[in-house]
């Protein structure tokens, strides 16, 4: 069973960086595609960014290219997602969640954390 913690979140000013983290069960990069998720309200769940366990692809969705990156330390079992440049709509709650290699679907998520970015 994989587990997910994030932590990080907060209330920056518009222009402003976080770091969000999440905490995975030991080995699961080893096999588990990792993404970041986000939900604001009144809107549907989007992917932010994901990294393949396998050659570590990364993907990022168009609307945060060139200001977030993801990255992961495989021997601290941390998923990072570091933002830049913060706008006001990427106001959300973020999530990490883990593809299983056998999946084609997320199978675990995190209890997301929220992000708040002031104008």
């Known amino acids: 069973q994989v587990q997910l913690v994030e932590s990080g979140g907060g209330l920056v000013q518009a222009g402003g960086s976080l770091r969000l983290s999440c905490a995975a069960s030991e080995g699961t990069f080893s096999n588990h595609d990792m993404g970041w998720f986000r939900q604001a309200p009144g809107k549907e769940r989007e992917l932010v960014a994901r990294i393949t366990w396998y050659i570590s692809s990364i993907l990022y969705a168009a609307s945060v290219k060139g200001r977030f990156t993801i990255s992961r330390d495989n021997a601290k079992n941390t998923l990072y997602l570091q933002m830049n440049s913060l706008k006001p709509e990427d106001t959300a709650l973020y999530y990490c969640?883990?593809?299983?290699?056998?999946?084609?679907?997320?199978?675990?998520w995190g209890q997301g954390t929220q992000v708040t970015v002031s104008s």
């Open positions: 969640a883990a593809r299983p290699r056998s999946s084609a679907n997320y199978d675990y």
